[in-house]
């Protein structure tokens, strides 16, 4: 027998080389990195007082046995010896580290508890004898080994609340094991090479598993075909030859790992013990599980899966259309889609509104513009700016000969030759100094009085009076809102036109307008739309040189088709309106020599969706069992606000020919929603009594809006215009573009 007390002198001859041979060593204190017993004959290690041993191996052909007792520390211990090895560990001793068992069989023969937090058998056969065992809370024991295992031959192997028993491979015995609520067992389950499956095994004498245990069932992707267990037993968690107690619920089962996830609407379907000969046997069932639990789901979409539950168990058609969804994921992406979601129609037939709303302010701010709205900056009448039309004409007046009507008709007349009976032209007397004419003219002098009467004379402030003026505005706006909250995205579109007439009396006009649209919604997984609409307004604006006021009031009225999911096969076909109320102001600043127009801005659009209830039907109705959908009335008010400012000059083209002025405006606003939230459409499936909410994505609370135009008139006369828009807005999520033209004519 050796003794080391002051293990420190020797330090080298264990960390480097450990110790070999058979021999009774006993290490009564000092500090060992790493020691290791490789013993061909067997080896007897007593470890005790302050002993503190890092790494102990355990290894070679012999027998070997180790006890600690006192303070001992033991950090990892691994063995790794192919015959019987033994150990011994006071409670009193401390051990921090991992325990790996390769091979070989090791008895344990006295431990305490927390020696066994952190335990993997890798292959061999670990005993527990003598006393009972507790996996305690944060524990794991793991049998990773198609040759290992672990007998518990205490009376009675517990498995701790916040434990793991981990059963890769091999087997666990016990005499009697219980699994404590928060306490957790992990199986195996891998292919048998013979087109079947196999599970890591648990026997005991007397099982016992509470309620709220966790039983994992492990796929490791070597077996696939899971349809093959259907109308099985199931898979077995535990046998035992005396009784069973089991507490647990099928939710407290779950099947993981590799392609178990395709199979989602298969599971856990029961729990159930079986009598085999003297043996009893705990199966989990696979067959169609719970859907509402297969998917975790709550509220609408646990009323739903209720609803569907025995539709699913009773027809095979509609079992293979929900595995054919994909995923569990996948899954529940489709039939919230189809049947917690439906198309965004009154997402964008609001929006709808809001472009509506947009071409009739774009009119009454043209309107402004021709009206000289913070004075000389906006055209005066028909000839525009006075400061413009002075600068023109005296540019004009330095390069181009002077013009007049008169002037040119007499002098046209003068030229002009008279035929007469002698064959030869002359000069005939002229009736008026003032007009060309003669006796024998064939032009009638009074025809040439009416054409200088009504020629205009070019003269600066000529005011374009009141009159009533025709417009028309082409539109097409884009919308792109992305997937966001649970909501798969859309895309929608706004294709229309609308004309309209007006009249001004003194600072204020007032017009009416009509108009045709086509909206067209696409969802990113289903829940298309189209709708048709109808439009009506009538709007009024008052301005002064500073200050306008805007307001109008519009109704809608829209034919809508909509059609669900593909693989659910609803459409419907309904009415729905829309009523809106807008009131804008703003004021008008000049700058940079009066040739700037600054027109800061705020404007309120409130908008009332509304229709009345409808029916939802499936062209799969009658191969799929599924019933109509049965929609309540709806209606939804939202608000919006615009702050903002529109920037805006007048140019002339320069070029005397041609007398061609436009105005370019630049635009910048935020736009606020203060309702953003949609309500949910409610709706009951034909002879069922409970109520099932779509919802519907919400808006956008913050935008911005960027705009730029142009209008182009001729500069002696504002009697037609065109002109083309184009604005852009933006959000976190949303995006939205839209083109438009005008067209006005005065009369």
Known sequence: MSRYSDIDEITGRFTEYGYYGSNHVV????????????????????ISDETFINGLNVSGSGSNTVVATGTARLGDLTISGATKNNFSLAYTVSSSGRVTIHDGTTDVNAWGDDHFMDTVVLGGVLNFNNQDFNLLDGASLAVTGSDAGVNFMGDRAT???GASLIVSAG????NELQVESGGSVRQTITSDG??????????SDSLMVDAGALWQLYNDGSFTDFNSVLGTDGFLLGASSGAITNNMLVSDVQLTGV???????YGISDLHVVTNGAIQELYARYGIQNLAEALAAEGDMATLLGVMQPLVEGNTTVRDLMLELGSAELATAKISAGFLRTAEMANSLSGAQSVLADQIGLRTREHLRSYQLAGKTGPVGARGPSSWWDQSMSWLGNRVPEFS??????????????????????????????ISGSKDSPVPSDRLRSLSERSPDIKPGLALPARYQTWGRAYVADVDQESVDGFAGYDASVVGGVVGVDRRFDQAVLGLAGGLSETTVTGAIGNDGEATSLQGTAYASYFTDLFYLNAHVSYAVSDVETTGVEEFGYAADYDANNLSFFVGAGFGLKGFDDSVLFTPEVSLLSTRYARDGYTSSSSLK??????????????QWSHQSEVGAAVSMVRVLDNARLQMAFQPELRVHWVHQFEPDMDAESYRFTGT??????????????????????????WDSQTTEFGLNLDHLTGGAYAEWMVSGHFIHRF
Do not use: C, H
Not at 194 to 203: G, K, L, Q, T
Not at 407 to 423: A, L, N, T
């Open 259 to 265: 392609g178990v996830d395709a199979f989602w609407l």
């Open 622 to 635: 009658d191969t799929l069992g599924i019933e109509d959908m049965e929609f309540d009335s709806y209606e």
């Open 159 to 161: 498995v701790k609340s």
């Open 194 to 203: 013979a087109d079947s499956f196999a599970v890591s095994e648990i026997m």
């Open 171 to 174: 087997s666990v015995e016990a």
């Open 689 to 714: 009594a409970e109520t099932l909410n779509a919802r519907l994505q919400s808006r956008e609370e913050d935008l911005i809006r960027l705009g730029a135009g142009v209008r182009f008139w001729n």
């Open 27 to 46: 290490i009564t204190g000092g500090v060992i990195d790493n020691f290791i017993v490789n013993g061909t004959r067997g080896s007897y290690v007593e």
């Open 405 to 434: 009507v008169r002037d040119s008709i007499r002098s046209m007349q003068e030229r002009s030759p008279v035929i007469g009976s002698s064959g030869y032209s002359e000069k005939p007397p002229v009736q008026k100094a003032w």
